[in-house]
């Protein structure tokens, strides 16, 4: 049962993350006009303050000792701050230089990417319907490179940088708040040394655009805060293939938004590729599935197997066996 409720919460956090993920192109243009490094800035240290309070609260500090004794965890953590670091700061340039399309394409090929990246860098094999969405992947950014007049690189630095972000989450196996409160703390001392060089400057937009600004911009920390949690939480209660099937709720929000909010243009070249990408992904998924459906089936064929072979208890001296004529 407790197993059960676990998958549940897992899953339902993972909804309410790639949901809010999805959303969040609304957010960044509010933040005007304050650019995406300032922006980004303000993110890594608001969120430590929002995340270190919700520790005060539930009073779990345990885990830091724990973390400092063990550095190849560091590593990672710091691995992870970087990689996400560099996706916040592209995602939140991109939203806000109408490039929001471009971005929901990163995300729709990050789980084409995480495969290659199982491929190259774990020496994992494929089967041949993952090949061909591969392939159907790689023509779809051939196709958006020449109707783009140049690769998508926004595209492809999303889903690489938050696929290798993935695997640091699922290699590190920490909570989602205790992750977060360390991949934040790494990144904590750079972001308040640019933001103190920027007021130093007369540059900063947080004193300089009034109160209202400046709350927006200390609640992207609780924006950023919020959907990584749930996300952590995700990332070690769900098997990697579910929570590869929910991602794709924050492109496809990301993309409705692109073209009916932000009337972002859609040639026919980028519908092109855009089909492509989504039959590969439509390949993935009826894969997964049907993997899946095997291996259930393979489980209770051997589990009943094992039950019809395993010996009967011998019946007790002086007592009948079981079912035995008397």
């Known amino acids: 049962m407790k197993g059960i409720n676990e998958q549940r919460a897992g899953l339902l956090s993972g909804i309410g993350a790639y949901g809010l993920w999805g959303l969040v192109p609304l957010f960044w243009p509010l933040l005007k006009p304050a650019g995406a490094i300032e922006i980004l800035a303000h993110r890594m240290v608001w969120s430590l303050g929002f995340v270190a309070v919700a520790l005060l609260v539930l009073r779990r500090w345990s885990w830091i000792g724990e973390l400092v004794r063990q550095p190849r965890k560091l590593g ?5 701050a970087a990689t996400i670091t560099v996706n916040w700061g592209l995602y939140i340039w991109s939203v806000n230089n109408g490039h929001v399309v471009e971005a929901s394409l990163g995300y729709f090929i990050n789980p084409l990417v995480t495969i290659a990246m199982g491929v190259l860098i774990l020496g994992e094999r494929l089967r041949p319907v993952q090949w061909v969405a591969v392939g159907t992947g790689f023509a779809a950014v051939l196709v958006l490179a020449i109707g783009y007049g140049r690769p998508p690189w926004i595209s492809l630095v999303l ?9 640091m989450k699922k290699k590190v196996d920490m909570g989602g708040l ?9 990144m904590f001392v750079p972001a308040l040394g640019y933001l103190l060089w920027l ?5 900063s937009t947080f004193t300089s655009d009034g109160v209202g600004h400046a709350a927006l911009l200390a609640s992207a920390g609780l924006v950023t805060a919020v959907p990584l949690v749930l996300f952590g939480a995700a990332a070690i209660r769900v098997p990697l293939s579910t929570l590869g099937l929910l991602q794709y709720l924050a492109p496809v929000f990301q993309f409705m938004l692109g073209i009916l909010y ?3 243009a859609m040639p026919p070249e980028r519908w092109a590729g855009f089909a492509l990408v989504w039959l590969a992904l439509t390949l993935l998924t009826w894969d997964a599935f049907r993997t899946a459906r095997r291996t259930r089936i393979q489980v209770r064929e051997a589990r ?5 072979q395993a010996p009967r208890p011998n019946p007790p001296a002086g007592e009948p066996a079981p079912h035995a004529q008397i």
């Open 76 to 80: 990672l953590i710091s691995v992870a």
């Open 178 to 186: 205790e992750s977060l409160t360390a991949e934040t703390a790494v």
């Open 304 to 308: 009943e197997a094992a039950q019809r």
């Open 199 to 203: 007021g130093a400057r007369g540059e």
């Open 159 to 167: 889903a690489f940088s938050f696929a290798t972000y993935g695997l």
């Open 262 to 264: 932000f009337h972002e």
